[in-house]
């Protein structure tokens, strides 16, 4: 696979931050793919809390686009759909799956990177956290796996 999630901060902030002393701003997380050199393939994006576009420069940098909102060259979820067998799409509208994890699959089925693991969930429980994964084996064989990762080491 040619390519990674990572996060990008906006300079938006979520209501529950906003009366904080030191502001904490929203971030969020895209999908990139890289070239044979490995950089970063720049690309438009949009924050998915307060819309702003970023252009996407490097692993978690990015500069905002001033004057272009709610724009038509960004990859939308619909988008990528025509491209994915029905029982990825059912998969990933079940776990509400973000726009980069639906690019991350996408990618997979592009380059047929057979054999690729993708997070497709997780949840916090206890001292733990929950996670599921979608391993993609070929073009029509999938499978769901959850795993438990401790994440207190003490």
């Known amino acids: 696979m040619s390519g990674s999630k990572h996060l990008i901060q906006c300079h938006c902030i979520l209501p529950q931050f906003r009366n904080m002393n030191k502001p904490l701003f929203h971030k969020f997380v895209v999908y990139s793919k890289v070239d044979t ?14 819309g702003v576009t970023h252009k996407i420069i490097d692993f978690c940098k990015s500069e905002i686009v ?18 994915l067998p029905d029982k990825i799409i059912n998969i990933l509208e079940s776990h509400t799956c973000d726009i980069a994890t639906w690019e991350q699959v996408a990618d997979v089925f592009e380059d047929d990177a057979w054999g690729s693991i993708i997070n497709i969930s997780s949840q916090l429980v206890g001292d733990s956290t929950q996670i599921k994964t979608l391993t993609i084996k070929g073009s029509s064989d999938f499978k769901i796996a959850a795993h438990i990762r401790q994440d207190n080491l003490g």
């Not at 050199?37 to 998915?48: A, F, Q």
């Not at 001033?66 to 491209?83: A, H, L, N, P, W």
């Open 37 to 50: 050199e490995g950089d970063v393939i720049p690309k438009i994006v949009s924050c998915n809390n307060c």
């Open 66 to 83: 001033y004057g272009v909102e709610d724009s038509m060259s960004t990859v939308s979820v619909e988008d990528i759909k025509s491209c």
